[in-house]
């Protein structure tokens, strides 16, 4: 399969339609490069927030209640775009608030060809969304079963905690993908070497899609630092670097990757090592360690 994942800007638009017209030339342009899984990033959603006005867009709290109000739509857009074109779409995550609950989750969505195809709520506050803007966790981690493969998604500040993609792996995950939305340099790369150490650990695929640029109609995605990328582990069928694919830095565009999940499965059970499998050594190592009955 042909990934693209993007390093997409945020921008300050009018009204609905100019957000769809945006994502309609994303989607064309990736579709038309022959790509199949198409990864958008954490919080892109935001823009939504600014069809209230610059207003509700400059304001912690209402700009959450403005992006999720606009939820169900975009929800219809990307759909009708993974069907038009024929592709796999991970839209860009944004605030929902689920029935019954007084504060939103950071929810992306997947859709494919035949329509919706599931969900995944980030799992992990950043001190941001504790500390600031009251962003809550979500429903757990789930693999979500498609033709392209099985994808887990760990949304930015999850990609850094091995145990919540080992629970994908142990699910069956073949890729995993990790929309991010960091401010600095530091913050991307430590979601791109998460998103690498989950490539290694599980032997599979991870992908990395960023926001980039500056947002300054918004306290909450003002400044946004990253670059797109695929990531594989550094073994049999996969670069020795362990990165199939990389944009540059903070440059806005789809970063395209072949991958082949026969990939995963051939160094899961032929590569130099096994970090797949070994996983539970590695386990009952730790908890034998943390008993102190190691010499």
């Given at each position: 399969?042909?990934?693209?994942?993007?390093?997409?800007p945020?921008?300050?638009?009018?009204?609905?339609?100019?957000y769809?017209?945006?994502?309609?030339a994303?989607?064309?342009?990736?579709?038309?490069?022959?790509?199949?899984?198409l990864?958008?990033?954490?919080?892109?959603r935001?823009?939504?927030?600014?069809?209230v006005?610059a207003?509700?867009?400059?304001?912690l709290?209402?700009s959450l209640?403005?992006?999720a109000?606009y939820?169900?739509?975009?929800d219809?857009l990307?759909?009708?775009?993974?069907e038009?074109?024929?592709?796999?779409?991970?839209?860009?995550s944004?605030?929902v608030?689920?029935?019954?609950a007084?504060?939103p989750?950071?929810?992306?969505?997947?859709?494919?060809p035949?329509?919706?195809l599931g969900?995944q709520?980030?799992?992990i506050?950043t001190?941001f969304?504790r500390?600031?803007?009251?962003?809550?966790p979500?429903?757990?981690?789930a693999?979500?079963?498609t033709?392209?493969?099985?994808i887990g998604?760990l949304?930015c500040?999850?990609?850094e905690f091995?145990?919540?993609?080992?629970?994908?792996?142990?699910?069956?995950a073949?890729i995993?993908?990790?929309?991010s939305?960091?401010d600095?340099l530091?913050?991307?790369?430590r979601?791109?070497i998460?998103?690498?150490?989950?490539a290694?650990e599980?032997?599979c695929i991870t992908?990395q899609?960023?926001?980039v640029?500056?947002?300054?109609?918004s306290?909450?995605?003002?400044e946004?630092?990253?670059?797109?990328?695929?990531?594989?582990?550094?073994?049999?069928?996969?670069?020795?670097t362990?990165?199939v694919?990389?944009?540059?830095?903070?440059?806005p565009?789809?970063?395209?990757?072949?991958?082949?999940?026969?990939?995963v499965?051939?160094?899961?059970?032929?590569?130099?090592?096994?970090n797949?499998?070994?996983?539970?050594?590695?386990a009952?190592a730790?908890?034998?360690?943390?008993?102190?009955?190691?010499?």
């Amino acid at each position: 399969m042909k990934i693209a994942t993007a390093a997409y800007p945020l921008d300050l638009l009018p009204d609905f339609p100019a957000y769809a017209e945006k994502q309609i030339a994303w989607v064309r342009e990736a579709a038309g490069q022959g790509a199949d899984l198409l990864v958008f990033p954490e919080y892109g959603r935001m823009e939504l927030a600014g069809l209230v006005g610059a207003a509700a867009a400059g304001d912690l709290e209402a700009s959450l209640h403005a992006a999720a109000s606009y939820a169900e739509d975009a929800d219809a857009l990307t759909a009708s775009l993974a069907e038009g074109y024929g592709v796999h779409i991970l839209a860009p995550s944004g605030p929902v608030f689920h029935e019954g609950a007084e504060r939103p989750t950071n929810q992306a969505s997947l859709f494919g060809p035949e329509g919706y195809l599931g969900q995944q709520d980030k799992q992990i506050m950043t001190r941001f969304e504790r500390e600031h803007w009251n962003v809550v966790p979500g429903e757990p981690l789930a693999v979500i079963d498609t033709a392209l493969g099985r994808i887990g998604i760990l949304i930015c500040y999850d990609a850094e905690f091995p145990l919540l993609g080992r629970a994908l792996i142990d699910q069956g995950a073949e890729i995993i993908l990790c929309p991010s939305c960091t401010d600095s340099l530091a913050g991307y790369s430590r979601v791109r070497i998460g998103a690498m150490a989950r490539a290694l650990e599980g032997q599979c695929i991870t992908v990395q899609s960023p926001t980039v640029g500056a947002a300054k109609w918004s306290p909450a995605v003002d400044e946004n630092v990253g670059i797109a990328g695929v990531y594989g582990p550094p073994d049999l069928g996969f670069p020795a670097t362990g990165i199939v694919a990389e944009g540059a830095l903070n440059t806005p565009g789809w970063t395209y990757a072949e991958v082949d999940i026969a990939a995963v499965h051939r160094v899961r059970a032929e590569g130099s090592v096994f970090n797949h499998a070994h996983w539970p050594e590695s386990a009952a190592a730790a908890k034998i360690a943390e008993n102190g009955d190691l010499p």
